[in-house]
């Protein structure tokens, strides 16, 4: 049985321990906390609820520790301080900043004998795996990624933290002349702007400056200074009412030629009821991966593309040979 660790148990938390209920060999065996432990309280009855600071002593009994709690801008802090202590897995997601996040997590692993694994999820993850396959296999042709529509947590929590917004969800939105034009095989060049619009609901603090608070979204490098984005400002019920879900998808679609002429489109899908209990099954999977491989020796920081696929199954080798291959 490989035991795991949870730190924060916001919506992620919550979706990393569905995915271990469904995983036979998978123990939740503590959730960590920032906060006072008596203030949480989870679904698992008998699971212990612990202060964040007692991971710090390096004694606690898990084999993975899953770093849910933390924005990416904390991240780079947390999860190097931890993979000096446990394997741990985290879902940074900030594309442009992962080889310097990566850097920090492989010295601290390596010093401590321990596996990090990185930016995982399924983007950065999955949708990361099927750009790599569609490369390798078509090199003349290049790859298309499509988000939505569906509620991107980061961006939502990245709003929710300007100052005076009390909640807010974003809603990323493919274009859907460029995904038809991509999908028909032109290989067209698109900007940033030409693939996705951007969507906000926010629930504004009573007298907050809205003015600001819609300038500050539209302005926030690495969010949403590249995206036409509309902003809507509502209540507090109506969010409730219209904006409880959080699902979301979206299509890596790669497209290239073999003999000139020759035209291939590979595509890889989603679509989710829920982001964040997928976001957790794919983590629980690569929990799997960092207990079994440090278990062989390996350390240091890995990503999803460093991972062979049978270290995230539970059948065995022989099975896989038999019923996936």
């Not at 710090?56 to 780079?76: F, Q, R």
């Not at 750009?131 to 296999?137: D, M, Q």
Request: with cysteine.
């Amino acid at each position: 049985m490989i035991k795991i660790g949870i730190l924060g148990y916001g919506n992620l938390g919550r979706g990393v321990e569905a995915a271990i209920k469904k995983n036979g060999d998978l123990e939740l065996a503590a959730v960590y906390t920032r906060r006072a432990p008596e203030s949480l309280v989870i679904k698992t009855e008998g699971v212990p609820v612990k202060s964040a600071a007692e991971l710090e002593l390096g004694k606690e009994n898990i084999d993975v520790l899953i770093i849910c709690g933390g924005s990416a801008t904390d991240l780079p802090e947390m999860t190097p301080k931890y993979a000096a202590l446990y394997n741990v897995i985290d879902s940074f997601d900030t594309h442009a900043n992962i080889p310097v996040h990566f850097a920090s997590v492989d010295a601290a692993a390596k010093a401590a004998g321990k596996v990090g694994i990185i930016s995982c999820g399924w983007d950065p993850g999955m949708f990361s795996v099927n750009r790599l396959y569609g490369s390798a296999i078509l090199p003349d042709g290049r790859d298309y990624t499509f988000w939505g529509k569906g509620v991107s947590q980061g961006h939502s929590d990245a709003v929710r933290r300007i100052d005076g917004v009390i909640d807010a969800r974003q809603y990323t939105i493919p274009v859907p002349e460029a995904l038809e034009r991509v999908r028909n095989g032109e290989n067209p060049e698109l900007t940033t702007r030409e693939k996705h619009t951007r969507e906000c609901f926010v629930v504004a603090e009573d007298g907050a400056d809205l003015a600001r608070i819609e300038r500050e979204i539209k302005e926030m490098p690495n969010y949403f200074a590249d995206y036409d984005t509309t902003v809507h400002f509502i209540t507090a019920e109506e969010m409730a009412r219209d904006h409880s879900g959080l699902p979301h998808g979206g299509s890596v679609i790669y497209s290239g030629e073999t003999s000139d002429g020759t035209k291939h489109v590979i595509e890889y899908s989603l679509n989710l009821d829920s982001n964040p209990e997928f976001t957790g099954s794919v983590i629980a999977a690569y929990a799997r991966a960092a207990a079994r491989l440090n278990a062989e020796g390996k350390t240091g920081a890995m990503t999803v593309f460093d991972i062979a696929p049978a270290y995230l199954s539970t059948h065995s080798a022989d099975e896989l040979r038999a019923h996936f291959l």
